[in-house]
């Protein structure tokens, strides 16, 4: 599924317009984009974690020219899944819904 097909859905099984999910959709989107990158961690219970890891600077090599080249330390964002959501879709657990 694809953002355009979520708001499509979104807006029949609430009933409003393709607009108002739109803004619903990217307020969501925004709000944990905002959240990770100022606070580090956005938890939503039993479907999952956004959260910031750091990966420490590192000697490194250019695949194309073998030559040696540094990679600064960065901060890259990581997503956890929740185990309610893991057990749904392997269809095991309480949380399982066919």
Do not use: C, H
């Amino acid at each position: 599924m694809v953002k355009s097909e979520l708001i499509e859905l979104m807006a029949a099984k609430a009933d409003i317009t393709t607009a108002q999910a739109e803004d619903v959709v990217n307020m969501f989107f925004n709000t944990i984009v905002e959240s990770v990158t100022t606070e580090g961690r956005v938890e939503i219970r039993g479907f999952g974690a956004f959260t910031v890891r750091k990966y420490k600077a590192y000697d490194g090599r250019n695949p194309k020219t073998g030559e040696r080249i540094e990679v600064p330390e960065k901060k890259l964002p990581f997503w956890k899944t929740g185990l309610e959501l893991r057990q749904r879709v392997d269809g095991l657990g309480a949380g399982s819904r066919d």
